[in-house]
C-alpha cells in the first residue's frame, strides 16, 4: 500500500461567499495537487466547509431557519464554486456531517481519557466574529478591541481547558529541527518568534450549551459543545479516519471499517492564508502531539490578495467576482492569473489591467498564437501530417521540462509559469526566425521545413503537458486538436519524439480569443 500524496485547503466558513480569497486558495491547492498527479503519484485532495459555531447559529436564526438546513442551503453554494473552479478534489468535508463529527468525538474522549483537559471558570471578552477570547493584551493604542473583532462582550463562564503548556517546549524544539514545516520561512519565523516570546495559554476548547447550540457536543459533559476551531482543525484527519486509513483508527468511530489499502495520513500539505497560522503552526501540531499521531509535513502559508491597492470589501464594492470573471474570461484565464500573478507567500494585487494585460499577451499571442500557427501550418503545408522526426528545439525543450519538474516538485508554481512562458516565447521567436510560411513557397526547401514544423508541433504537445496542472482544460483542448489519444497529464510523456511521422493532426481552434477591449 503506498500512501497518496494528501493536500488539504483550509475550510471555510459556510456564512461567508466565495471570494477571489477562497478561490486562489483553492486552486493553487488544486494546481499542486495535479502537479504531484502529473509526477506520477495518487492524489487525495479535501476541501470543504467549517460550519459551526456562534455566527452560524445567529445568521441561521436571523434567516428563520435550523441551523443544519440553513447549512445545507449554503453548501449547495459552496459546492458549485468549487465545480466552477474546476477542482480535483477527491472530497469535500462539512463539519457538520456524521463523518466529521463521529471523529471528533472519539478524539475528545481520548484526549479527556488521558488527561490533556480540565475545567475552569474564566472572565473576560469575547468576540463572536472571530470566535475567540480576548484579553486587556488585544486592546489597541486607544484602549479600544481592533475593528475586526467586531462586537466584544464581557462574560463569565466555565468551559473546558486544554493544556497547550505541556508542549510548548517540544514545539519550538520541532520547528526548528524541521525547516520545511512552515513554508515559506518568514512564516516559519513568525511561529518561532511567537513561541519563544509567549507562555501558551490553555485553549479554551468548549463553549457552554447555554451560549452556543450549534456544535459537536462534548461526549462527557453534556453541558458544553466543542469549539468551533478544535472542531475545524480536525477536519483534516476526521475524513481520512472515515474512510478507513489505518494510521488514525484512534479517531474512528467503533462503527467504521478499517481500509488496509487507504494510506492518506499524514498529510503532506495543508494550503492555508497568513491569517491562520496560529491555529494551525501551533495549536494544530499540538493536538496531533497529544493524540500520538503523526505531524503533517508542511504548512504551507499564501498571502492576501487585494484589488488596486486595497482590501477587498463589499460594502465598497472593491471585489473580484470569480464567477464573473471566469464567465467572461473562462476559467483557465482566471487559474493562469492567480498563479502567476502571485508566489505562494506574498500577499498580491488584482488589477483588470493587469488580467486583461496578461491574458492578451501571454494567453492570446503567446500559448494561443503558438499552437494555432503550428497547426495552421502542418494543416496547410502538409496536409496535417507530422513530418519525421528532428531534434533542433530537443535541448531547449527538455531542459524546461526538468525545470519544471522541479519547481513543480517545490510548489514553486509561479516560477514554473515563468518557465514554460520562457519556452513558449522562444518557440515563438524559432518560428519567426526561421520563417517557415516563407519556406513554404520555395519547393527546394522542403526538408527545412519539415524540421521546422515538426519542432513545433512537437514543443506544442510537449507543452499541453507542461500547463495541465494550472491550465488542465486548455492542455486537454491542445491535446484534442493535436488528436493525441490519452490525457497531457503525465509528465513522464513530457520526453521529445513521442509525436510520430505520418501522425495526423486535427484543425486548430482559438483557445484565448482575443477581446475587443474598446467595447
Ligand atoms: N474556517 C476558517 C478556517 C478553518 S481551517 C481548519 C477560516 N475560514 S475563511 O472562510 O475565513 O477563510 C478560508 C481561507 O481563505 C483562509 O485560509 C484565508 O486565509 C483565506 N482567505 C480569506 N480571504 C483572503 C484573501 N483576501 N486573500 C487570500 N486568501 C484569503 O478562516
Known amino acids: 500500500m503506498t500512501k497518496r500524496f494528501y493536500v488539504t485547503t483550509a475550510i471555510d466558513y459556510v456564512n461567508g461567499e466565495p471570494h477571489l480569497g477562497h478561490a486562489y486558495e483553492k486552486v493553487i491547492t488544486d494546481v499542486i495537487a495535479r502537479a504531484h498527479q502529473s509526477l506520477g503519484e495518487e492524489v487525495f485532495y479535501l476541501t470543504g466547509l467549517d460550519e459551526h459555531g456562534q455566527k452560524v447559529q445567529q445568521a441561521a ?15 449547495t453554494t459552496w459546492q458549485t464554486f468549487v465545480d466552477r473552479l474546476g477542482l480535483s478534489n477527491n472530497d469535500f468535508v462539512r463539519t457538520s456531517g456524521a463523518r466529521h463529527r463521529e471523529s471528533i468525538t472519539a478524539i475528545l474522549n481520548h484526549l479527556n481519557e488521558e488527561g490533556h483537559f480540565y475545567k475552569d471558570s474564566y472572565q473576560g471578552y469575547y468576540s463572536t466574529q472571530q470566535e475567540t477570547f480576548l484579553t486587556d493584551k488585544d486592546r489597541g493604542p486607544d484602549g479600544q478591541f481592533d475593528p475586526i473583532y467586531g462586537e466584544v462582550t464581557e462574560l463569565v463562564e466555565e468551559n473546558y481547558y486544554f493544556k497547550l503548556g505541556w508542549h510548548q517546549q517540544w514545539l519550538i524544539d520541532y520547528i526548528e529541527a524541521n525547516p520545511s514545516f512552515v513554508y ?50 480536525a477536519n483534516y484527519a476526521s475524513i481520512p479516519a472515515a474512510l478507513g486509513d489505518p494510521i488514525l483508527n484512534k479517531l474512528r ?61 463589499k460594502s465598497t464594492g472593491n471585489v473580484v467576482n470569480p464567477l464573473e470573471v471566469i464567465d467572461e474570461w473562462g476559467l483557465d484565464a482566471f487559474r493562469y492569473y492567480l498563479v502567476r500573478e502571485l508566489d505562494i507567500g506574498p500577499d498580491g494585487n488584482w488589477t483588470d ?45 527538455s531542459q524546461a521540462v526538468s525545470e519544471v519538474k522541479k519547481e513543480l516538485q517545490q510548489h514553486h508554481l509561479q516560477a514554473a509559469l515563468q518557465t514554460i512562458w520562457t519556452l513558449i516565447t522562444k518557440t515563438n521567436q524559432y518560428i519567426d526566425q526561421t520563417a517557415p510560411f516563407k519556406l513554404a513557397k520555395q519547393p527546394d526547401q522542403k526538408e527545412r521545413l519539415d524540421e521546422i514544423l515538426y519542432n513545433m508541433v512537437e514543443t506544442v504537445r510537449v507543452l499541453a503537458i507542461l500547463i495541465w496542472p494550472t491550465l488542465p482544460t486548455t492542455a486537454e483542448r491542445i491535446f484534442a486538436q493535436l488528436k493525441m489519444d490519452g490525457s497531457p497529464n503525465r509528465l513522464a510523456d513530457a520526453v521529445w519524439g513521442q509525436i510520430t511521422e505520418g501522425h495526423e493532426v486535427g484543425k486548430p481552434e482559438p483557445l484565448f480569443p482575443r477581446k475587443d477591449l474598446a467595447k
Request: a negative charge; aromatic letters at 10%; hydrophobic letters at 45%.
Open 353 to 397: 489591467q493587469g488580467f486583461q494585460a496578461r491574458y492578451a499577451a501571454e494567453l492570446a499571442n503567446g500559448l494561443g498564437n503558438l499552437v494555432n500557427r503550428s497547426l495552421s501550418m502542418l494543416n496547410r503545408y502538409r496536409a496535417s501530417l507530422v513530418p519525421k522526426p528532428s531534434e533542433e528545439l530537443a535541448t531547449a525543450v
Open 184 to 233: 515559506p520561512s518568514c512564516r516559519r519565523n513568525e511561529v518561532l518568534g511567537f513561541l519563544k516570546n509567549n507562555t501558551l495559554e490553555d485553549l479554551c476548547i468548549t463553549r457552554p450549551k447555554s451560549r452556543l447550540e450549534w456544535g459537536i457536543p462534548l461526549p462527557f459533559d453534556p453541558e458544553f459543545v466543542t469549539y468551533v476551531w478544535f472542531d475545524a482543525l
Open 61 to 75: 436564526e436571523a434567516a428563520g431557519l435550523d441551523p443544519q438546513a440553513y447549512c445545507d442551503q449554503l453548501a
Open 253 to 313: 468511530a467503533p462503527n467504521l471499517v478499517v481500509d488496509s489499502s487507504l494510506s492518506l495520513w499524514p498529510a503532506d500539505v495543508h494550503v492555508i492564508g497568513k491569517d491562520i497560522l496560529k491555529f494551525h503552526a501551533v495549536y494544530w501540531p499540538i493536538m496531533l502531539r497529544a493524540m500520538d499521531i503523526p505531524l503533517p509535513h508542511q504548512i504551507c502559508v499564501h498571502g492576501w490578495w487585494q484589488k488596486d491597492g486595497e482590501k477587498m470589501s
